[in-house]
């Protein structure tokens, strides 16, 4: 079950103003919802602290360098035991081409995002790299057509 931490409005500006450009100031940010920057500056800090703010990042387009293809995996291990569970999140961890990995319900155990220059790219990936892990017994691939929504900006909505 998720922990929603209480934040006043300042913060939830803080956040909304973040996800939108985390290249502001803190002067920028201040003025943005209100504060002046010291303030807002202890405001970001402790919720970094927390871990409500994870890190700063930029959001790169992968086709422009070279990553047209986006692939979701449905991964279903052969074996639960704690030791293959666990040697193969490792593995998915160290792999940069895996974008995201979720152990999920449902037919598969893991979901992943893949990002490859071409198929065939995929296609070695998975034989050299996927089907490497010992524990890996099926992949059941889903190829994107088009990107239709892309989205790292959390509905903070429920925070009011």
Known sequence: MAVTIKLDRHE????AALQDNARLTMQ???????LSA???WRRVRSMEEIGVI???TVHLDPRKLGL????????????HKEN?????????????EVLECFAVTGEADYLLRIVVPTTEDYGRFLSERIFSIPAVAHVKSSVTL?????????????LD
């Open 146 to 158: 088009k990107e239709v929504k892309f989205e790292t900006r959390l509905p903070l909505t429920h």
């Open 68 to 79: 047209g293809e986006c692939v979701f995996a449905h991964v279903t291990l052969e074996r």
């Open 12 to 15: 939830r500006g803080i956040l």
């Open 84 to 96: 293959a569970v666990d040697q193969f999140e490792t593995a998915i961890a160290a792999m940069p």
């Open 38 to 40: 010291s303030p807002c």
């Open 28 to 34: 920028e940010l201040g003025e943005a919802v209100g």
């Open 54 to 56: 994870r890190r700063y």
